[in-house]
């Protein structure tokens, strides 16, 4: 069974940095492009990151372009999300997905809420 | 960026009936519509992939159809478990996009 586990979400001041991590579970971690995608409260799907299946590649929407960073190590079978210079508009439970190709499977996601 | 536009916004139905919601995207998508299931507090679930793929273990019930810019995601004989919020996506080119959703009540 395809497992996505999300962590390293909680409470931080404007300005802050945060990593997520993803442990993934039940299939072959390096075949799969991961991505990461978002969900302010009460709001719609944001999708923030792509990462290829080596990490060669690596995507980002504009709004979060130089501030948040997003690696692999197939080795751990585990995917991260470096946050930096976080924002009010940051604040979102955020999504580990992935797939062959797209966001087949996705985690359970972990909330960052900013505030100061 | 493409933009992905969704109607209707909300819709009531009563169970066995079905349910047609449209994706509309900015620019020609080819078949690049994925549809996503949200429940209330769960993360999302997809559906259908490039347009009209059936994923793993979604019920028959659920179909997809469309190419270019129009899509289409139908629920035949609605369930009571169908309530959620669907949302459709493209992958077509970046920065990926979702549409924003369309909330499906069961009456």
């Known amino acids: 069974e395809v497992q996505l586990v999300e962590s390293g979400g909680g409470l931080v001041q404007p300005g802050g940095s945060l990593r997520l991590s993803c442990a993934a579970s039940?299939?072959?971690?390096?075949?799969?492009?991961m991505s990461w995608v978002r969900q302010a409260p009460g709001k719609g799907l944001e999708w923030v990151a792509n990462i290829k299946q080596d990490g060669s590649e690596k995507y980002y929407v504009d709004s979060v372009k130089g501030r948040f960073t997003i690696s692999r190590d197939n080795a751990k079978n585990s995917l991260y999300l470096q946050m930096n210079s976080l924002r009010a508009e940051d604040t979102a439970v955020y999504y580990c997905s992935g797939g062959l190709t797209i966001s087949d499977h996705w985690g359970q996601g972990t909330l960052v809420t900013l505030s100061s | 960026e493409i933009v992905l536009t969704q109607s209707p916004d909300f819709q009531s139905v009563t169970p066995k009936e079905k349910v047609t919601i449209t994706c509309r995207a900015s620019?020609?998508?080819?078949?690049?519509l994925h549809w996503y299931q949200q429940k209330p507090h769960q993360s999302p679930k997809l559906l259908i992939k490039?347009?009209?793929q059936s994923f793993s273990g979604v019920p028959s019930r659920f179909s997809g159809s469309g190419s270019g810019t129009d899509f289409t995601l139908t629920i035949n004989s609605l369930e009571a478990e169908d309530a959620a919020t669907y949302y459709c996506h493209q992958s077509s080119s970046l920065p990926w996009t979702f549409g924003p959703g369309t909330k499906v009540e069961i009456k």
């Open positions: 490039y347009t009209s």
């Open positions: 620019q020609s998508i080819g078949s690049g």
């Open positions: 039940g299939f072959t971690f390096s075949t799969y492009w």
